[in-house]
């Protein structure tokens, strides 16, 4: 058995020799390799061989190369799943890791389950709610739109919309579901009537 092993390293060897002094070579010549007492007759591979252009150059140099059908994890990176219940050998049999009899051996129980006491969520309070179809506005007072006209920055007399608002910097940029006008002490500074165009101003 030692002497078939030692012939068969011996001719894994020569092969590899025989690979790096053909990759160095040039004009390539073709390699020829004895299969030792395994065969009678030596085998005799060109550049253009399937053999030449993959296992034997594959190992150049003493260094395996890396080739894209050669990829693979690395050793210990996948780890295969344990199969539970499959025998006794297995350590994970009968019982499957569960141990013996009660709850937690057999179906399991609902999410959230604290053995019979008041689960955390009925303990803790509820405090008020989200309204889904809740809108928000921007808001401008009468004040401010006063301001803006009497700068000269709005005309009084052309229909204020939304753009025109945010053209001048009345409101911001992040409108979401419109703009709300408000009154106060600011409505008596406008002495004029005034156009506002409605949805858009609220």
Same mark, same amino acid.
Request: some cysteine; charged content about 25%; hydrophobic content about 35%.
């Given at each position: 058995?030692?002497?078939?092993?030692?012939?068969?390293?011996?001719?894994i060897?020569n092969?590899?020799?025989?690979?790096?002094?053909h990759a160095?070579?040039y004009?390539p010549?073709?390699?020829?390799?004895?299969?030792?007492?395994f065969?009678?007759?030596?085998?005799?591979?060109?550049?253009g061989?399937?053999?030449?252009?993959?296992?034997a150059?594959?190992?150049v140099?003493?260094?395996?190369?890396?080739?894209?059908?050669?990829?693979?994890?690395?050793?210990g990176?996948?780890?295969?799943?344990?199969? /539970?219940?499959?025998?006794?050998?297995?350590?994970k *049999? &009968?019982?499957?890791?569960? !141990?013996? %009899?009660?709850?937690?051996?057999? +179906?399991g129980?609902?999410?959230?389950?604290?053995?019979?006491?008041?689960?955390?969520?009925?303990?803790?309070?509820?405090?008020?709610f989200?309204?889904?179809f809740?809108?928000?506005?921007?808001?401008?007072?009468?004040?401010?739109?006063a301001?803006?006209?009497?700068?000269?920055?709005?005309d009084?007399?052309?229909?204020?919309t939304? /753009?025109?608002?945010?053209?001048?910097?009345?409101i *911001? &940029?992040?409108?979401?579901? !419109?703009? %709300?006008?408000?009154?106060?002490? +600011?409505?008596?500074?406008?002495q004029?009537?005034?156009?506002?165009?409605?949805?858009?101003?609220?």
């Amino acid at each position: 058995m030692m002497m078939i092993r030692r012939q068969f390293l011996k001719r894994i060897f020569n092969f590899a020799r025989a690979a790096a002094s053909h990759a160095f070579s040039y004009p390539p010549a073709p390699i020829r390799v004895y299969n030792g007492p395994f065969t009678s007759k030596a085998a005799t591979f060109s550049s253009g061989s399937s053999l030449c252009s993959g296992a034997a150059l594959n190992a150049v140099g003493g260094r395996r190369l890396l080739l894209l059908n050669d990829l693979q994890d690395n050793k210990g990176s996948r780890k295969k799943k344990t199969r /539970k219940g499959r025998g006794i050998g297995s350590g994970k *049999g &009968k019982t499957a890791g569960r !141990g013996h %009899k009660g709850q937690k051996a057999r +179906g399991g129980h609902k999410l959230g389950f604290e053995g019979g006491q008041t689960p955390l969520r009925r303990l803790l309070p509820r405090r008020g709610f989200k309204n889904p179809f809740s809108l928000s506005f921007q808001p401008i007072t009468l004040g401010k739109l006063a301001r803006y006209i009497n700068a000269g920055l709005i005309d009084s007399s052309e229909l204020i919309t939304m /753009k025109t608002l945010k053209d001048v910097g009345a409101i *911001g &940029k992040q409108i979401e579901d !419109g703009v %709300k006008l408000l009154g106060g002490s +600011g409505a008596k500074d406008i002495q004029w009537p005034i156009h506002v165009e409605y949805p858009s101003l609220i």
